[in-house]
C-alpha cells in the first residue's frame, strides 16, 4: 500500500507541476505578443500631413498683416518685412 500511496503522490505532483508550467509559458507567449505588437504599432510610420494647412496658415497671416497695415498699426517697411518674413523670401 505504501507503494500505491507514493506512486500517486508522484503523479500529482508531476501533474501539478506540468500545469503550472503550462501556464506560466501561456502568460509570457501572450505577454511577448503584446509587446511585440506594441512594437509594430510604434514603428508604423506616421500618416504624411497635406500641404493644404500649411497654405491655409500663410494665408491667414498675410490676410492679418493686411488688416494691421490698413489700421495703420504696421508701416510699410513693417508690412513689407513681415510680408516677406511669412512667404520666405
Known amino acids: 500500500m505504501g507503494l500505491m500511496r507514493m506512486a500517486a503522490r ?8 506540468t500545469a503550472v508550467s503550462g501556464r506560466v ?6 505577454k511577448y505578443n503584446d509587446q511585440a505588437a506594441e ?15 500649411a497654405e491655409d496658415d500663410q494665408m ?11 489700421q495703420g ?11 516677406a518674413k511669412v512667404l520666405g523670401i
Not at 509559458?25 to 501572450?30: E, M, T
Open 10 to 17: 508522484t503523479a500529482v505532483v508531476a501533474g501539478t507541476a
Open 25 to 30: 509559458a501561456h502568460r509570457q507567449a501572450a
Open 39 to 53: 512594437q509594430q504599432a510604434a514603428a508604423a510610420p506616421a500618416p504624411a500631413a497635406p500641404a493644404a494647412p
Open 60 to 70: 491667414t497671416k498675410l490676410q492679418n498683416l493686411a488688416q494691421l497695415h490698413t
Open 73 to 83: 498699426v504696421l508701416s510699410d517697411e513693417e508690412f513689407a518685412a513681415a510680408k
